[in-house]
C-alpha cells in the first residue's frame, strides 16, 4: 500500500515539473474591425483615379485604324504566282518562280472551279512538270550568285522551276554585283574623288539569275 502510494506521488511530482518546464506560446490576438462594402468600392475608385497608365500620355501611332483590318484587305493572289493545273491550285510567293516555259504559261491562269492546295500537296502530284531549285538565304536576297552553270541548265529547261529554302517557295532577288572599289587617291580621270564612283560608260548591272 505505501509502496503504491509513493509511486502515485512521484508520478504526480513529475507531471507537474514537466508542466513547468515545458515553454508557453503566448499570442495576442488582435481585433480589426471587418472592411464594409462602402470601403472597398472607395479604394477601388481611388486606384482607378490614381491608375498610372492613364498619365502615360496619348499613344504613338495612328489608333483609329484597326490593324486586323488593314491586314484582311490585302490581296493574296496579287501578291503571289499562281499555279494552277486539272482543277487544281496552289500560291507561291513573288518571283519564286524562276523559268517558266512557254507551252507552259496558261498554268499561271486561274480556271473556275478550282481547290486549292497546299504547295506540298501540289507539287507532289504535278512532279511531271514542276521542279525545284533549292538556294540559300544570301542567293534569295540578292546577296550571293547563282553559279552559271545552274542558270544555263534552268533556262533550258521544259519544265516550271520554283525555288526553294528549306523545301518551301522562296522569292528570289536577282543578284547585283558590287560595284569594284576606288582608291581615294586616284588620279584616274574617269574617278570622281568626292564620291570615289567611276563616271562615264560604266557597264550594265548583270543579274545572274531573271526570275
Known sequence: MKTRLFLLASAVFLSSSLANEMP??????VMRDAVTHDALAQKLRMSAHHDPIRNLGPAIGKTDEDPAKRVNDRDLIK???VLHYRG????????AVVHMPENLEDRMKIGEKVQVQ???DFFK???GWIRTLEVT?????????IDEATVTALRESTQVVVATFKGGPISVMPYTEPEPETSAGSDSPETDPRKG???GN??????SLQP
Open 24 to 29: 508557453r506560446f503566448e499570442r495576442s490576438t
Open 79 to 81: 501578291e503571289s504566282t
Open 88 to 95: 487544281f491550285l496552289t500560291l507561291v510567293p513573288k518571283r
Open 118 to 120: 497546299s504547295w506540298a
Open 125 to 127: 502530284g504535278n512532279r
Open 137 to 145: 538565304r544570301d542567293q534569295a536576297m540578292g546577296l550571293a550568285p
Open 197 to 199: 564612283k567611276r563616271q
Open 202 to 207: 560604266t557597264a550594265p548591272i548583270k543579274t
